[in-house]
């Protein structure tokens, strides 16, 4: 049997979520796939942090080469978040040949050069579909059964925390401030929720979905960026009354001359089926491809990941 010796990146909720999963399910994964998981070491900022999983101190490190310039660790795992330092974390791992996965969407697409560089130059595996849209495989899609096509352009609504205000406030006549808070106690929307209610977590996605489909880096910088903070009950009302429904929408339309329109915009459309399946926590990924259609809808239950 195969074993693959992994090192983590940070142990927050979503660190010892994985850790759990993976002392959890180990014994099946390595029935049915034939493949062991040992977690070595594991970066955290505190050691003497309690940990919402009980992990044994002895794989706990506040020393980022136990993890990084470990000879023995084949495979990081990334659970850091923000631009830095996991951004150069990442990259020193892929310059030691380590494979990673993240799902980082803010370090990917700010350094997205040097780090797919370094997976490239040093043969280094380099996994991120986790990072835009969750569970949807729409970054395998681009990357493997899309390959042959030339997308015209991308469409979606790619933030489930923003999606999920916009609807209660189309649904309830309710107040922006109100469904906010509402989303924060429910743990749907982060203590600051600039990220999410900015429009900066969608262009950090739609950055890397756009250099993806069109084969050329787009950088974020480059994202025409709208947020939801300006909205009010008045706004909802007179879309509604013209049958229109308010999203923010992430679209990128690749046209010719090497120009690609990319934008998170605030967008007025028909109050169709289509957009009325699109509730709550729902994101959706629309891809234009000539001949052919496709459309990914997933069902969040956490607006905060993916």
């Known amino acids: ?22 002392e ?20 955290v900022r505190s050691l003497n942090k309690s940990r919402a999983w009980a992990i044994p101190s002895t794989l706990l490190t506040d020393r980022p080469e136990d993890v990084l310039d470990n000879p ?8 850091m978040g923000g631009e830095q330092p996991a951004a150069s974390y990442m990259v020193r791992a892929l310059e030691n040949g380590k494979c990673v996965i993240t799902a980082n969407k803010m370090a990917l697409a700010t350094h997205w050069t ?11 595996g380099l996994y991120y579909e986790a990072s835009v849209c969750g569970a ?25 925390t923003t999606n999920y205000i916009l609807t209660r406030m189309a649904n309830e006549g309710a107040a ?39 084969h050329r880096h787009v950088p974020v910088e480059n994202v025409y960026r709208e947020g939801i903070t300006g909205i ?43 957009l009325k399946m699109l509730q709550a926590l729902v994101v959706a990924m629309f891809l234009a491809v000539p001949y052919w259609k496709h459309r990914y809808v997933k069902k969040k239950g956490d607006a905060n990941h993916g």
Not at 185 to 208: M, N, Q
């Open 1 to 22: 049997m195969e074993k693959i010796v992994v090192g983590f990146l940070g142990c927050g909720n979503i660190g010892c979520g994985v850790y759990k999963l993976l």
């Open 24 to 43: 959890t399910y180990g014994a099946q994964i390595e029935e049915n796939e034939g493949v062991g998981f040992e977690v070595r070491k594991i970066l």
């Open 72 to 79: 023995e660790i084949d495979m990081v795992m990334e659970f």
């Open 114 to 124: 040097q780090i797919v560089r370094a997976a490239r130059e040093h043969a280094a």
């Open 136 to 160: 949807v495989p729409i970054i395998r899609a681009i990357n493997g059964s899309l390959q042959a096509n030339r997308i015209s352009s991308v469409m979606g609504i790619i933030n489930g």
């Open 176 to 214: 922006y401030a109100d469904v906010l808070a509402d989303a924060q106690r429910l743990g749907l929307a982060e203590p600051d929720p600039t990220a999410d209610v900015e429009g900066y977590d969608a262009a950090y996605k739609l950055s890397i979905l756009s250099t993806l489909a069109f």
């Open 232 to 274: 009010t009950p008045l706004d909802v009302q007179c879309g509604k009354e013209f049958g229109l429904t308010l999203k923010l929408l992430a679209v990128v339309i690749g046209a010719i001359l090497y120009y690609i329109v990319v934008q998170v915009v605030l967008w007025l459309g028909l109050n169709t089926n289509d």
